[in-house]
């Protein structure tokens, strides 16, 4: 009787550590120096990744591209971080975050390096610097996992949003590359970006740590099943949309703003910076709300409102800070989304979260490379961008069509549903 009652007392203080551990506040749920430093591995990385965005309309002059080259050299990164984060995803599962981040990084660093030394003064050069560049594209399928981990489900949507909130990286492309080109040339400031990137890649190597809770390595069959999941494929095509159209315009609007108002280079990037700021600013907003709300909510909002105000965006107007309002409201809509998505996507794939943001960043790379290239493809074939922002709204509403159809079964049978975590 005593024996069997002796483990009482530890099993309730255990139980009551449990719910203390569960109900402690975010900033005790984690790991903090992990979390800045992937947030900041996050932020240059974009930063380089959309570098040839904002530099578009001074290298196309230089070189002399038309609507279709320009649109595929600014997509070409995004192609290439899409695949690249496949690989990501597979190496972050056996290899750690932490190192698989340090040898992306060391890529970019030494390919920009080349790049800087050589120079570059082709469109096929350019094309290479974008593959390099999606080297660091790729550091989405790092970045998230490697502060995911940290945290426990219910504090998820705001790890994942403040981590992802690295894109906010556009922003200083948007605002510095322009001006800095303007000084000392485009191709010197691919050797001026190595700055941020060795003194990030320091402190990254010093601050950050992989979680105990890394899951074992598994063979590549393992990854190939998850692919047989139905729900791996609808987050593919809802990041498709939100992180797709978000890295899009980051890369194209300077060439829109340019091409459609006849602004300056340097103006161009101050509009692009604005818009890509508040799609920034907003993801770790989005990934609160799917906290408090609930992801298929949110996402279901996301997905309205996105898809009007890009039809409004195709509908056109001869007004600036009308166009530059739209842009404002599609990058904020779009960049909750991208929060939102990142709060389901660990409640779904916790034991596979390295190769499911390898999957799902490949969506959204893919949605990138689409309508940045479709832009400017479409501007080529009938002279304005609009049917590449008419289609894409299409494709919001597939998306929201998509969600309607799966939120049922997705609330009746996820297991953090029933632990009362809200999707």
Known sequence: MNT???PRPAVRRASEDGGAAAKSGFWQAGHRPTLFAAFLYFDVAFMVWVLLGPLAPIISQQLGLDPAQKGLMVAVPTLAG???????????DRI???????????IVIVGLAAAWHFGVSSFAGTLAVGVI???AGASFAVALPLASRWYPPEHQGKAMGIAGMGNSGTVLAALFAPLLARTFGWNNVLGLALIPLVAVFAFYMVAAKDSPAQPAPKPLSAYAAVLK???AWWFMLFYFVTFGGFVGLSSSLPTYYAD???????????CTAACVFIGSLLRPVGGALADRFGGVRTLTAVYSLAALVLACI????????????????????????????FQLVPQRFREEIGVMTGLVGFGGGLGGFYLASSLGLAKKLTGSAAPGFLVF?????????????????????????KAGVRI
Request: glycine share 16%; hydrophobic share 60%.
């Open 96 to 106: 750690g975050p932490k190192r698989t981040g340090a040898i992306n990084q060391l």
């Open 314 to 341: 195709a509908a056109g107007t001869v007004s600036l800070g009308l166009t530059v309002a739209l842009f404002l409201a599609a990058m904020g809509i779009l960049g909750m989304g991208n929060g939102a998505v």
């Open 4 to 6: 069997l009652a002796m």
């Open 393 to 417: 709204a299409a494709l919001a509403v597939i998306a929201l069509v998509g969600l309607t159809l799966v939120k049922a079964r997705w609330r009746s049978t996820w297991g953090a549903a």
């Open 82 to 92: 899409a695949v690249l984060r496949l690989v990501n995803g597979l190496l972050g």
């Open 133 to 135: 560049l999606g080297f």
């Open 260 to 270: 459609t108002f006849g602004l300056t280079p340097v103006v161009a990037g101050y």
């Open 229 to 231: 999941e139905q729900d």
